[in-house]
T-cell receptor, first 113, second 113 residues
């Protein structure tokens, strides 16, 4: 069975500071890993994904994530936070023929001026 | 514009009154899915469909029905809604089953009194 754990339901950073959102996964098959972002009153939008190949994945809006198999982690980072990054972020894992996405419980990112 | 649409966006209803939430995608995607989002629980899959006339249960299917008679449409039916189905619902679609990005609709906020 697959699962995802997001550490920290709320994270607050100052504008210009490093953003680090943590995600650990559990999977019995090689995982496909995703980060989605949800802005207020909107649906989810893909930030980035890891399927195979390069373990450092770059996404939209300056975000990136690194797949570390030995640590079963897929943490999301951004060097310098912007006010517009305030949103809820979801890590998700998928695998197998059903493409079932298993979501974490989400991390709400606040950016302080 | 490629998109997933849902209707209605907001709905307040009473216990036991049958309702349908429509979902339509214009990307010719084979895979479609319904999720519910509840605070602290992330997104949980209700039902999914691999293709026309092929549907299957997700993690929380009780009290819901779906159908997939056409490729573009995937309605969610609540035959006898109850207050515990008060939630935010999202429809999503992707090209196929597998490691593909899922595109999400804007969400339907349902309140059952």
């Amino acid at each position: 069975a697959q699962s995802v754990t997001q550490l920290g339901s709320h994270v607050s950073v100052s504008e210009g500071a490093l953003v680090l959102l943590r995600c650990n996964y559990s999977s019995s098959v090689p995982p496909y890993l995703f980060w989605y972002v949800q802005y207020p009153n909107q649906g989810l939008q893909l930030l980035l994904k890891y399927t195979t190949g390069a373990t450092l994945v770059k996404g939209i809006n300056g975000f990136e994530a690194e797949f570390k198999k030995s640590e079963t982690s897929f943490h999301l980072t951004k060097p310098s936070a912007h006010m517009s990054d305030a949103a809820e972020y979801f890590c998700a894992v998928a695998g197998g023929a059903t493409n079932k996405l298993i979501f974490g419980t989400g991390t709400l990112l606040a950016v302080q001026p | 514009e490629a998109q997933v649409t849902q209707n209605p966006r907001y709905l307040i209803t009473v216990t036991g009154k049958k309702l349908t939430v429509t979902c339509s995608q214009n990307m010719n995607h084979e895979y479609m899915s319904w999720y519910r989002q509840d605070p602290g629980l992330g997104l949980r899959q209700i039902y999914y469909s691999m293709n026309v006339e092929v549907t299957d249960k997700g993690d929380v299917p009780e009290g819901y029905k779906v159908s997939r008679k056409e490729k573009r449409n995937f309605p969610l039916i609540l035959e006898s809604p109850s207050p515990n189905q008060t939630s935010l619902y999202f429809c999503a679609s992707s090209q196929q089953a597998g490691p593909y990005e899922q595109y999400f609709g804007p969400g339907t906020r349902l309140t059952v009194t």
